[in-house]
């Protein structure tokens, strides 16, 4: 017989519930304590969890993807006092994850109280969280990865004669029996997050858990570089880094040589903080903060305070809109930081954040500046401005114009579909047109002015066009301009689904990625081919760049790659909606493969300006930026006081 169940009844005499034999549903939770409280039904007794089911719980906030149980697994291993630690996985992680050391080992009883919850040998008291000297210390990782899938370990310490092997499968305990191996630990995890299929069900593609294990596996080989490390990935060997002194020399082999190249050292100690490691050069900047690592006491980090304190220190020396390139390792006193702050162990915090901040970007500083004084020294300074040298360039004559050349897509090319729905923003204020000449048609959204009352003055600072109209003087962004240009015309060419025009080159680019790198443009292949590239593997984290879109420079290719993937281990494309994926390229490709010419003439720059308000939005940027800005007679006058 089914429990009776309840209603609400909302009639004329209030809200009540009522009670229906024979029906059964599930109440919400401020339902059932309503029902509860009417009815005097007695609520479920508080009993204590098996466990099985509280190490799955633990699981679900300690390990949340095959690269946590890597984490977990080689920081046992680095705490054992490894030398050596070699990690393989295959299928992402899905199908297995081994990690071997030499380490210290374990005796049987250690083997087997390392599976029960909170079982450590790296604390004793809790004051031991303030001077912590270990990776691990909570004691949960390996009692809940035995709880999630087929776990088997295999270890014998020093002096023993056998070692021990544990075979725990979803938490159940299967056998534990001798076995011959040499000193040191192996762990192997099969069927990851087989006993909670739903988990399963959350883990992306293999290519993109791969290059999480892999992103995991180098951050720790570059915190200990006399630990050799190797990697291996279904068979296939990522990388393998023998013992070095040289964090230079491990970053070569990790990260490859070209970024290793544009890094420079950093040591300085002082106000009870050592900083040391390796920073980009000036001018030496990234599309994302991938390139952006960072270890405090040998850890590493995720650290708001030391990632905003380097991009602050490069304000001045890398592009807006780059992030730095460094690899800093920060030591300071173990009570000063609290790591137990996430499951994780990524997040921390620290006792006094404006002291970590300032040191590290007063450091960075000088450094830098001693970078700039070398470089001053072996090159020309400029010569001051004089009376001679205008602040706007000179206009160079017309008939040299090609307005072909502030577009990266040429001007003949129309775009091959409809244009998108206008957005509607507020209207210039600009010249009135005589009136004996019509407006052409334009957007709905906003008024195409008249141009032939307007006198090109010159170029200000490179990227400002000045024109004197009618009305005053309008400041054009030649930046912001062409790419909102560029961006409508990608966009109507990539929006149709049709391959791109390329162009093969002659020569083809060569690029060495980092093994991340690498994973992401071999998962996301086939969408970097539907948008003009040819690229093809020919080594290890070695590509040919064979062919770019038709309006890109080849000289730029490899740079923008490196930025588009970047934006894809970002997430800005994700593949659920072409359309948008389309629409996202468009506006990185006009950001970043734009090239502007030194100088313009007249006709170029109102060619600029006729395409500009052809466009839906004339006013923005892609990125939102305005595009021109105007000051009318009346607003001079103002600010002349006259």
């Given at each position: 017989?089914?429990r009776?169940?309840?209603?609400e009844?909302?009639?004329?005499?209030?809200?009540?519930?009522?009670?229906?034999?024979?029906?059964?549903?599930?109440?919400?939770?401020?339902?059932?304590?309503?029902?509860?409280?009417?009815?005097?039904?007695?609520m479920?007794?508080?009993?204590?969890?098996?466990?099985r089911?509280a190490?799955?719980?633990?699981?679900?906030?300690?390990?949340?993807?095959?690269?946590?149980?890597?984490?977990?697994?080689?920081?046992?291993?680095?705490?054992?006092?490894?030398?050596?630690?070699?990690?393989?996985?295959r299928?992402?992680?899905?199908?297995?994850i081994?990690?071997?050391?030499?380490?210290a080992?374990?005796?049987?009883?250690?083997?087997?109280?390392?599976?029960?919850?909170?079982?450590t040998?790296?604390l004793?008291?809790a004051?031991?969280?303030?001077?912590?000297?270990?990776?691990?210390?909570?004691?949960?990782?390996?009692?809940?990865?035995?709880?999630?899938?087929?776990?088997?370990?295999?270890t014998?310490?020093?002096?023993?004669?056998?070692?021990?092997?544990?075979?725990?499968?979803?938490g159940?305990l299967?056998?534990?029996?001798?076995?011959?191996?040499?000193?040191?630990?192996?762990?192997?995890?099969?069927?990851?997050?087989?006993?909670?299929?739903?988990?399963r069900?959350?883990?992306?593609?293999?290519?993109?858990?791969a290059?999480?294990?892999?992103?995991c596996?180098?951050?720790?080989?570059?915190?200990?570089?006399?630990?050799?490390f190797?990697?291996?990935?279904?068979?296939?060997?990522?990388?393998?880094?023998?013992?070095?002194?040289g964090l230079?020399?491990?970053?070569a082999?990790?990260f490859?040589?070209?970024?290793?190249?544009?890094?420079v050292?950093?040591?300085?100690?002082?106000?009870?903080?050592?900083?040391?490691?390796?920073?980009?050069?000036?001018?030496?900047?990234?599309?994302?903060?991938?390139?952006?690592?960072?270890?405090?006491?040998g850890r590493?980090?995720?650290?708001?305070?030391?990632?905003y304190?380097?991009?602050?220190?490069?304000?001045?020396?890398?592009?807006?809109?780059?992030?730095?390139?460094?690899?800093?390792?920060?030591?300071?006193?173990?009570?000063?930081?609290?790591?137990?702050?996430?499951?994780?162990k990524?997040?921390?915090?620290?006792?006094?954040?404006?002291?970590?901040?300032?040191?590290v970007?007063?450091?960075?500083?000088?450094?830098?500046?001693?970078?700039g004084?070398?470089?001053?020294?072996?090159?020309?300074?400029?010569?001051?401005?004089?009376?001679s040298?205008?602040?706007?360039?000179?206009?160079?004559?017309?008939?040299?114009?090609?307005?072909?050349?502030?577009?990266?897509?040429?001007?003949?090319?129309?775009?091959?579909?409809?244009?998108?729905?206008?957005?509607?923003?507020?209207?210039?204020?600009?010249?009135?047109?005589?009136?004996?000449?019509?407006?052409?048609?334009?957007?709905?959204s906003?008024?195409?002015?008249?141009?032939?009352?307007?006198?090109?003055?010159?170029?200000?600072?490179?990227?400002?066009?000045?024109?004197?109209?009618?009305?005053?003087?309008?400041?054009?962004?030649?930046?912001?301009a062409?790419?909102?240009?560029?961006f409508?015309?990608?966009?109507?060419?990539?929006?149709?689904?049709?391959?791109p025009p390329?162009?093969?080159?002659?020569?083809?680019?060569?690029?060495?990625?980092?093994?991340?790198?690498s994973?992401?443009?071999?998962?996301?292949?086939?969408?970097?081919?539907?948008?003009?590239?040819?690229?093809?593997?020919?080594?290890?984290?070695?590509?040919?760049?064979?062919?770019?879109p038709?309006?890109?420079?080849?000289?730029?290719?490899?740079?923008?790659?490196?930025?588009l993937?970047?934006?894809?281990?970002?997430?800005?494309?994700?593949?659920?909606?072409?359309?948008?994926?389309?629409?996202?390229?468009?506006?990185?490709?006009?950001?970043?493969?734009?090239?502007?010419?030194?100088?313009?003439?007249?006709?170029?720059?109102?060619?600029?300006?006729?395409?500009?308000f052809?466009?839906?939005?004339?006013?923005?940027?892609?990125a939102?930026r305005?595009?021109?800005?105007?000051?009318?007679?009346?607003?001079?006058?103002?600010?002349?006081?006259?």
């Amino acid at each position: 017989m089914a429990r009776p169940s309840c209603r609400e009844d909302r009639g004329q005499q209030g809200r009540k519930w009522v009670f229906e034999p024979g029906q059964s549903r599930v109440l919400g939770l401020s339902e059932f304590r309503d029902a509860g409280r009417i009815a005097g039904l007695r609520m479920p007794k508080i009993r204590i969890l098996p466990d099985r089911v509280a190490n799955q719980i633990a699981a679900g906030e300690v390990i949340e993807r095959p690269a946590a149980v890597v984490k977990e697994l080689v920081e046992n291993a680095l705490d054992a006092g490894a030398t050596r630690v070699e990690v393989e996985f295959r299928q992402g992680g899905r199908a297995l994850i081994r990690v071997e050391d030499n380490g210290a080992g374990m005796s049987r009883d250690d083997a087997l109280l390392s599976l029960e919850r909170h079982a450590t040998s790296k604390l004793v008291e809790a004051d031991d969280l303030n001077r912590l000297g270990t990776y691990g210390f909570r004691g949960e990782a390996i009692p809940s990865i035995a709880s999630i899938s087929r776990f088997t370990l295999q270890t014998r310490e020093l002096g023993a004669e056998f070692g021990t092997e544990v075979l725990v499968n979803g938490g159940k305990l299967v056998h534990v029996r001798e076995c011959g191996r040499p000193q040191g630990t192996r762990i192997e995890v099969a069927q990851l997050f087989h006993p909670v299929p739903a988990r399963r069900k959350f883990l992306k593609s293999d290519q993109t858990e791969a290059a999480h294990m892999i992103q995991c596996v180098r951050l720790y080989a570059l915190a200990c570089p006399d630990v050799s490390f190797a990697l291996i990935e279904d068979g296939r060997v990522v990388f393998r880094s023998p013992r070095c002194d040289g964090l230079t020399d491990r970053v070569a082999e990790i990260f490859g040589r070209q970024i290793a190249a544009d890094l420079v050292p950093l040591e300085a100690a002082g106000e009870g903080f050592t900083l040391r490691g390796l920073i980009g050069r000036p001018g030496v900047g990234r599309a994302t903060r991938h390139e952006l690592v960072t270890f405090v006491n040998g850890r590493p980090v995720d650290s708001r305070t030391l990632n905003y304190a380097l991009i602050e220190s490069y304000h001045d020396s890398i592009p807006r809109g780059r992030y730095p390139l460094a690899f800093l390792f920060l030591q300071l006193d173990p009570a000063a930081v609290d790591v137990n702050v996430h499951p994780a162990k990524r997040e921390i915090r620290f006792r006094s954040e404006a002291q970590v901040r300032g040191f590290v970007i007063r450091t960075v500083l000088q450094r830098l500046r001693e970078l700039g004084q070398s470089a001053a020294g072996s090159v020309e300074p400029p010569t001051a401005a004089t009376p001679s040298q205008p602040m706007l360039q000179a206009v160079p004559p017309a008939p040299s114009a090609r307005p072909g050349d502030v577009a990266p897509v040429p001007a003949h090319r129309p775009p091959s579909g409809p244009a998108p729905a206008p957005v509607t923003p507020p209207a210039p204020r600009m010249a009135p047109a005589p009136a004996s000449s019509p407006t052409p048609p334009a957007p709905a959204s906003v008024s195409k002015p008249q141009f032939d009352g307007w006198k090109f003055l010159g170029l200000a600072h490179g990227s400002l066009a000045v024109f004197e109209t009618r009305a005053g003087v309008v400041l054009l962004d030649r930046r912001a301009a062409t790419e909102r240009v560029a961006f409508e015309r990608l966009r109507a060419q990539y929006g149709h689904g049709a391959l791109p025009p390329t162009q093969r080159l002659l020569l083809p680019v060569p690029v060495e990625l980092d093994p991340v790198a690498s994973a992401m443009l071999l998962d996301r292949l086939e969408f970097i081919q539907a948008h003009g590239f040819e690229v093809v593997e020919f080594g290890r984290n070695f590509f040919r760049i064979e062919a770019v879109p038709d309006w890109m420079e080849p000289a730029d290719a490899e740079t923008f790659l490196r930025d588009l993937l970047g934006a894809l281990r970002d997430g800005r494309f994700p593949g659920r909606d072409a359309r948008l994926d389309h629409e996202e390229f468009a506006r990185l490709a006009a950001s970043r493969a734009l090239r502007l010419p030194v100088s313009a003439s007249e006709r170029e720059m109102k060619d600029l300006l006729e395409r500009l308000f052809a466009t839906a939005s004339p006013l923005t940027s892609p990125a939102g930026r305005p595009t021109f800005i105007e000051l009318s007679h009346g607003e001079l006058n103002r600010r002349f006081q006259k």
